[in-house]
């Protein structure tokens, strides 16, 4: 099993979502989160001059999937969230060890 963690912009949640549950990825976590990259925030320019947002408005989402459904839940996230600009956000991969759906006491592959 893998975690997937998806920084992305919050206007492509909806269709990220969608993309993912069009391959059978339903369960998920999001978390509304800020932060910045390498473009450290972005310029503005205002009426009173231009000023500087440090830190830009995401979203996060976890998901953890079989280690065969990977490729197709990073598929579907990139295709979706990608807008060819900077700040479309970052996906990190980890190893999950073990998962245990509590109502069952479900383990592993059978939890999620």
Not at 58 to 67: A, G, Q, R
Not at 73 to 85: D, F, Q
Request: hydrophobic fraction near 45%; charged fraction near 30%; include cysteine.
């Amino acid at each position: 099993m893998k975690k997937l963690e998806a920084i992305i912009r919050p206007e492509k949640l909806e269709a990220v979502t969608a993309a993912l549950a069009e391959h059978g990825i339903l369960g998920l976590t999001i978390t509304e989160v800020c932060g910045r990259g390498r473009q450290r925030g972005i310029g503005l320019q205002w009426r009173a001059g231009e000023y500087r947002v440090e830190y830009l408005p995401k979203v996060k989402l976890e998901i953890v999937v079989l280690d065969e459904d990977l490729g197709a839940a990073l598929n579907a996230i990139v295709r979706k969230a990608r807008t060819g600009e900077r700040g479309d956000g970052k996906i990190f991969i980890f190893p999950v060890e073990n998962a245990v759906r509590i109502r069952t006491g479900d383990e592993g592959v059978n939890a999620i």
